[in-house]
C-alpha cells in the first residue's frame, strides 16, 4: 500500500472506501487528526471487544459510548487489565470490574501494579 500522507484528501478518500475493522484500528493509531471519524466508523462495524479498547484508549470523545459497549459484551481480564493500563480515567472502575471476576493467581499479582 502506498503510504499516505495526512493531508485531508487522502485520509478523508481512505475512509470513504469499506475497511475492515483491524485497519480502522491501526489507523487510530496512526492518524491521530482523524480519530473521532475513524472510531466513530469503527463503532458502526460491530467492533468486537479489543476494537472497543483501541476506541476507548484513542478517542476520548467516544471514551463513554465505546466504554458501555465494552460492558454490555462482557470485556475479559485481559480486556480490562488494557483499560487499566492505558486509560487513567476508567482506571477505577476497570479494577472494579476485575474484582468481580474469578481472578487466577498471575491475575491478581497483576492488580497489585496498578494499586
Not at 503510504?3 to 469499506?18: A, P, Q, R, V
Not at 475479559?76 to 476485575?98: C, K, W
Request: hydrophobic content about 35%.
Amino acid at each position: 500500500m502506498k503510504e499516505l500522507k495526512i493531508n485531508g484528501t487522502c485520509w478523508e478518500e481512505l475512509l470513504g472506501k469499506y475497511l475492515k475493522n483491524k485497519e480502522l484500528c491501526n489507523l487510530l493509531q496512526e492518524a491521530e487528526p482523524l480519530r473521532e471519524k475513524v472510531g466513530r466508523k469503527l463503532l458502526e462495524q460491530n467492533p468486537s471487544e479489543v476494537e472497543l479498547c483501541y476506541i476507548i484508549h484513542y478517542v476520548e470523545s467516544l471514551r463513554e459510548e465505546a466504554w458501555n459497549k465494552l460492558l454490555k459484551k462482557g470485556p475479559t481480564n485481559d480486556n480490562l487489565f488494557y483499560i487499566m493500563e492505558f486509560v487513567e480515567p476508567l482506571r477505577e472502575e476497570a479494577l472494579y470490574g476485575l474484582l468481580e471476576k474469578n481472578l487466577s493467581k498471575e491475575d491478581s499479582l497483576r492488580i497489585l501494579e496498578y494499586i
